[in-house]
């Protein structure tokens, strides 16, 4: 029986160690999931002279974490002012949790000994306070017993002027005004000498049938047919088929003798045309080598037949218009290629000189502020 009521006894005092265990666990695990901490970086300083409080909270990283505030002046303690409030990085923290941060940049012109209360923090609005700092200003010792070491506040002293801050600055003005001078001058010698402009012309181009049936038309007007001068009439209207036929056909018939054309042409075209033509030729040729006269109704039966020949052999559907590039000179081609260089060299120095005017503006200004 005694063994029974010891057995029952351990069996209880070990459930009620477990209990105490698990109640342990589950409070510290509480109590370790936030912590805030605060520090300062100095606790003395001089009067006048900056510290900073950095005060950090390790929470999960979803918990919403409200630090205090203070406004530009605003004292933490009586004596004591925050001057600015600047937020750090989050860092990471074991098992979830972040780290996070403020920095408190504190002031003070009393010479005493402060007390820094706890800071509150807020985590998911639950308050968490941190540890109280101290901090202590001082003063420097002054020697009351020199009052002829004492001298008023100095006024405003102007800066000694030195050659070596400004003359970078003086020679890189040098050299945008002989930049300037030299881009003004390339620019007078440009403007001086006229460009050659160069456009290329779309003009409209007359068919060989059309050019040829023009000059007939100018033939019909001064009354070639019916004069006297049957030579003029007959070497003006070979001419005009002459051209006609080397536009027409490809071949230098300007050169070539009546025979050859009527030759030349026997493989391109019918047999009734080119016999028209043929007498046509030989009638030229007569009258202009043989001295032969000719009748009116011949010359105007020659002139139908030029006309039917012109009719019977011209292409309709040819482009009308042509494309006209102007051909320059040699002297004219340097003369184009100079006033690119010119224009070239004009951007570039422009851009150096605008770079460098910048620069010496900005050196200025930082050296008179």
Same mark, same amino acid.
């Given at each position: ?50 510290a900073h409080v950095t005060l950090k909270a390790v929470a999960k990283r979803e918990s919403k974490v409200e630090f205090p505030q203070f406004q530009s002046t605003q004292q933490i303690t009586p004596g004591v002012e ?129 050019? $040829?049936?023009?000059? #007939?038309? +100018?033939? =019909?007007? *001064?009354?070639?047919? /019916?004069? %006297?001068?049957? &030579? ?73 037949? $030029?006309?039917?020949? #012109?009719? +019977?052999? =011209?292409? *309709?559907?040819?482009? /009308?218009? %042509?494309?006209? &590039? ?44």
């Amino acid at each position: 029986m005694k063994i029974k009521e010891d057995n029952t006894r351990v069996r209880w005092m070990m459930k009620i160690l477990v209990i105490l265990f698990i109640i342990h666990g589950s409070l510290f695990a509480s109590f370790a999931q936030v912590s805030v901490e605060a520090s300062i970086d100095q606790i003395e300083m001089l009067v006048g002279q900056q510290a900073h409080v950095t005060l950090k909270a390790v929470a999960k990283r979803e918990s919403k974490v409200e630090f205090p505030q203070f406004q530009s002046t605003q004292q933490i303690t009586p004596g004591v002012e925050v001057l600015a409030c600047q937020p750090q990085d989050e860092q990471e923290a074991d098992n979830g949790f972040v780290e996070k941060s403020m920095v408190y940049t504190i002031t003070s012109f009393d010479d005493t000994l402060y007390y820094l209360p706890p800071l509150t923090v807020k985590v998911d609005g639950k308050p968490y306070k941190s540890k109280s700092l101290a901090l202590k200003v001082l003063t420097l010792e002054v020697d009351t017993t020199h009052v002829e070491q004492f001298f008023p506040p100095k006024g405003v002293q102007d800066n000694p002027f030195e050659w070596s801050e400004w003359s970078l600055i003086f020679w890189l003005s040098v050299l945008v005004l002989f930049l300037s001078a030299i881009t003004y001058y390339i620019y007078i010698r440009l403007r001086d000498n006229k460009p050659i402009i160069t456009h290329i012309r779309i003009v409209k181009k007359l068919l060989p049938h059309q050019k $040829a049936m023009k000059e #007939i038309e +100018q033939i =019909k007007a *001064e009354k070639m047919v /019916t004069a %006297e001068n049957s &030579k003029e009439y007959y070497t003006k209207l070979t001419d005009t088929l002459r051209k006609y036929i080397e536009e027409r056909y490809g071949f230098n018939a300007m050169e070539m003798t009546s025979g050859e054309i009527i030759e030349k042409l026997m493989s391109i075209q019918d047999q009734k045309s080119l016999d028209e033509l043929r007498q046509l030729f030989t009638t030229a040729d007569l009258v202009k080598f043989a001295k032969y006269s000719t009748l009116i109704n011949e010359n105007d039966m020659n002139l139908v037949n $030029a006309i039917e020949f #012109i009719n +019977q052999t =011209k292409l *309709e559907n040819v482009p /009308t218009e %042509e494309t006209v &590039k102007p051909q320059l000179s040699e002297e004219d081609q340097r003369s184009v290629k100079t006033c690119r260089i010119l224009k070239t060299v004009i951007t570039a120095l422009m851009v150096v000189s605008l770079l460098l005017l910048i620069y010496v503006v900005y050196a200025t200004y930082q050296l008179i502020n």
